[in-house]
């Protein structure tokens, strides 16, 4: 063949810069599209092998080779696949490719560059051009008496053809890297990029450092303690003078092991996997040492192909933010982490591996969002996450019970996002109660009394510690309560209150149920309440200096309790709700004033208040059992704290009439 020129024509100095700037945003992509390339050659020539069409050699290796070489700045990527004759070149390479590029420019002209395409649209090849300023093909076709040919590029807008001197069958590309991509042969660079793309492709793929002297090749584990320079050479530190046992052992030039697993556990079947197998696959692709709790195997072929695990992690404590990561892959080709338009954005808090050959990658993101098809396999996945889970409850309380804690942010946060999963969930969420045990809400015995709607109440605690005063009077009378106290649960109970009319979530301290007043009959009895209401009110209100001091007066069946600070449900909600959505250094005090003071009548301490309004000390004793009342619901601020502390000891004084 005769030297061959060209233009890559069609407006091609107008596409790179565009390509440059909107096809990738993250340059070391070329690496995923140069390696797929061979991988999917290597897979054609085995495909061709198995109808009869290629005769393989008896030791026939497939395998693909990343050349590095730090030195000269290079990049080789060779494989032994079925290789492309000139008349391919000119069609694959030449043609097709801008074809592909002028109809990504047509689609993309007006788009802005956040409006990303996770795929690629047949320009894989000319991602090349985003880290090298000159690109070579040499290419042997499989074909009989087939020729090598050379193709050479120089800034992806015109080329050169002309015979290879290649000899064996396969590709080879060279990227001569620009200086802003010198890191891209960095062996340590490269094969992080290289794992992260790569990690399962279905072709053995070797890294291979052409400068590496035999020796330093030696201390492969040692590169991970370099240091990459802008250049892109390494800096090796100190310890690369230790040497292990094990990394004399291994060949020179050539790690023997591949960078890659060709068949990723969520490719076998179900039943040919142990839970080994599950876990290493986990430790391996999450580098999450704490153990899943437990996975679930999708493994789908029709109405679409779609295969993957899916991690439920072990969170370190309550409050730990939980942030998974869903791997989404296209053919075993990582494409990318969390794409939100097609995983239910709750199952990104778990971790996972997601291989769908029949996404549309090829378009933007915000198609893929109102793609159909996309929202199938959303909903197939969903589908599966709760069927795994109500499975559970059914057949393995105890397990389900055990992870729990676990899982419920998850299960209520999916809940909140996604009614179809809610629907499914719904009836197995369960709850801790005040004997330790998990219950479902139907199994929760509801407070009849009722709000003034008449809804039933369902009690909760958000915190063991504070609420404890009130924990124990609801043991002593028999109630129990559910124990919220996750950050999700604030806004869950508000979604299950508006999806079931019935119910009413009480935190413990909003109210006093009837359980704990006696009965006061119509008559005398509630007129002298009322008066003895009216008389205390009015006191509390002059000594504590509040005019707007809501004071209920109670008769309780515990005469023990003086008195007790509530706050109603919907006053402590907004607070809550403007403490979250207020200022930095805003003075949000003012959103929890509305506490109500519950006296108890029963109390001698109380009945001696109203039967001394004028006495000595009842001013004292007004304000102690103020404070005391507040104590047992919140911290009290530091001067009021203080101010306590000297009435608390004055009282002693007074007390053992010490002066
Ligand atoms: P795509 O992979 O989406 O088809 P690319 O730009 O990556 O787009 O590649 C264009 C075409 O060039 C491929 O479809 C293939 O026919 C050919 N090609 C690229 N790399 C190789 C290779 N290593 N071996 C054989 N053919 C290749
Ligand atoms: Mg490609």
Redesign the pocket.
């Known amino acids: 063949m005769n030297t061959e020129q060209g233009s890559l024509s069609i407006n091609s100095e107008n596409i790179f810069p565009i390509i440059k700037k909107w096809l990738y945003s993250d340059h070391d992509i070329f690496y995923r599209?140069?390696v797929?390339?061979g991988c999917?050659a290597i897979t054609k020539l085995k495909k061709l092998s198995l109808i009869g069409e290629f005769e393989p050699a008896d030791d026939e290796q497939y395998k693909l080779e990343v050349i590095i070489n730090p030195d000269e700045k290079t990049i080789k990527i060779v494989d032994n696949g079925v290789g492309m004759t000139a008349d391919e070149v000119k069609q694959y390479i030449n043609q097709i490719a801008f074809s592909g590029a002028a109809a990504f420019l047509e689609k993309y002209k007006d788009k802005t560059s956040e409006d990303q395409i996770i795929g690629?649209f047949?320009?894989?090849?000319y991602s090349a051009f985003m880290v090298a300023d000159k690109v070579t093909i040499d290419t042997l076709s499989y074909q009989k008496d087939a020729t090598a040919v050379h193709w050479e590029s120089e800034g992806g807008t015109e080329f050169t053809m002309e015979d290879s001197d290649k000899e064996t069958r396969g590709t080879e590309i060279t990227l001569y890297l620009n200086e802003d991509s010198y890191e891209f042969c960095n062996e340590y660079r490269a094969r992080e990029v290289l794992m992260k793309y790569c990690s399962f492709m279905p072709v053995e793929i070797y890294l291979i450092n052409a400068t590496a002297e035999p020796e330093e090749e030696d201390e492969e584990d040692d590169v991970i303690d370099a240091t990459v320079n802008e250049d892109g050479t390494a800096t090796e530190s100190e310890e690369t003078e230790e040497k292990t046992e094990e990394a004399e052992e291994e060949p020179k030039k050539k790690g023997p092991k591949p960078i890659n697993e060709t068949v990723p556990l969520w490719a076998k079947h179900p039943n040919e996997c142990t839970d080994d197998e599950y876990k290493d696959f986990y430790r391996e692709v999450f580098h999450d040492y704490k153990e899943p709790l437990f996975w679930i195997h999708l493994n789908m072929d029709y109405p679409f192909n779609l295969k993957g695990i899916l991690y439920f992690p072990k969170i370190n404590t309550e409050y730990d933010s939980i942030e998974g990561t869903i791997k989404l892959y296209n053919n075993q080709v990582f494409i990318a982490d969390n794409i939100k338009e097609v995983i239910p954005e709750f199952l990104m808090l778990l971790k996972g591996a997601i291989d769908c050959p029949d996404l549309p990658l090829n378009v933007s993101r915000s198609a893929l969002q109102n793609d159909g098809f996309v929202k199938k396999i959303s909903e197939y996945i969903t589908k599966k996450v709760a069927d795994k889970l109500s499975g559970m409850y059914k057949t393995e309380r105890e397990t389900y019970e055990k992870y729990w804690d676990d899982i419920s942010p998850f299960i209520k946060f999916g809940c909140l996002k996604d009614s179809k999963f809610e629907e499914k969930i719904k009836d197995y969420i369960i709850f801790k109660n005040l004997e330790d045990k998990y219950i479902t809400l139907a199994e929760y015995n509801k407070d009849e009394t009722g709000t003034k709607d008449n809804k039933k109440n369902i009690f909760y605690i958000t915190d063991l510690k504070q609420q404890g005063q009130y924990i124990n009077m609801f043991k002593e009378e028999g109630l129990d309560a559910l124990i919220l106290t996750h950050n999700i649960d604030q806004p869950f109970i508000t979604s299950l209150e508006s999806k079931d009319e019935t119910i009413k979530f009480m935190r413990i301290d909003s109210d006093l149920t009837g359980s704990f007043k006696e009965e006061v009959a119509e008559g005398e009895d509630a007129d002298k309440l009322k008066e003895e209401a009216d008389a205390l009110s009015e006191l509390f209100k002059k000594v504590l200096n509040n005019d707007k001091l809501e004071v209920k007066v109670e008769k309780l069946k515990n005469a023990e309790i003086s008195s007790m600070v509530t706050l109603s449900e919907e006053s402590r909600r907004m607070a809550d709700m403007m403490k979250m959505y207020s200022m930095p250094g805003m003075d949000t005090s003012m959103f929890g004033a509305n506490e109500t003071l519950i006296l108890n009548a029963n109390n001698k301490l109380v009945k001696y208040v109203f039967d001394n309004k004028e006495g000595e000390n009842v001013e004292m004793v007004c304000k102690q059992l103020y404070d005391l009342a507040l104590i047992s619901y919140k911290q009290l601020e530091p001067e009021k704290m203080t101010e306590f502390i000297a009435r608390s000891n004055k009282i002693m004084m007074l007390m053992l009439d010490v002066q």
């Open positions: 599209e140069l797929s390339n999917d690629h047949g320009l894989g090849f």
